[in-house]
């Protein structure tokens, strides 16, 4: 099995930053694609931001220039960073990942359950 745990989320003012990271555990061969997705209410989940595992990195418009992503393979980690933090980035953030176990002949994909994160005053 496999599993991804996302850090704690919170409630931050707006202008604020906060670090977000997810852990992949479990019988995995090796991580591809990693990146962060959020659903705000009433709406669609959206890519927030992507990295590859040569480090290639694509953004939300929204993101752009107050985000950053970043892994750590040897820790199985991915990490958001997100800085001047606003109330419309109120979500449930997920993590993903693609995954390739040794027990499967093929890759997929997995997620987290969630982390709350309110930008709010």
């Known amino acids: 099995q496999v599993q991804l745990v996302e850090s704690e989320g919170g409630l931050v003012q707006p202008g604020g930053s906060l670090r977000l990271s997810c852990v992949a555990s479990g019988t995995i061969l090796s991580i591809n694609g990693m990146g962060w997705y959020r659903q705000a209410p009433g709406k669609q989940r959206e890519l927030v931001a992507s990295i590859t595992r040569g480090g290639i990195t694509r953004f939300a418009d929204s993101a752009k220039g107050r985000f950053t992503i970043s892994r750590d393979d040897a820790k199985n980690t991915v990490y958001l960073q997100m800085n001047s933090l606003k109330p419309e980035d109120t979500a449930v953030y997920y993590c993903?990942?693609?995954?390739?176990?040794?027990?499967?002949?093929?890759?997929?994909?997995?997620w987290g359950k969630g982390t709350q994160v309110i930008v709010s005053s």
């Open positions: 993903n990942a693609a995954i390739r176990r040794p027990d499967v002949g093929y890759e997929r994909n997995y």
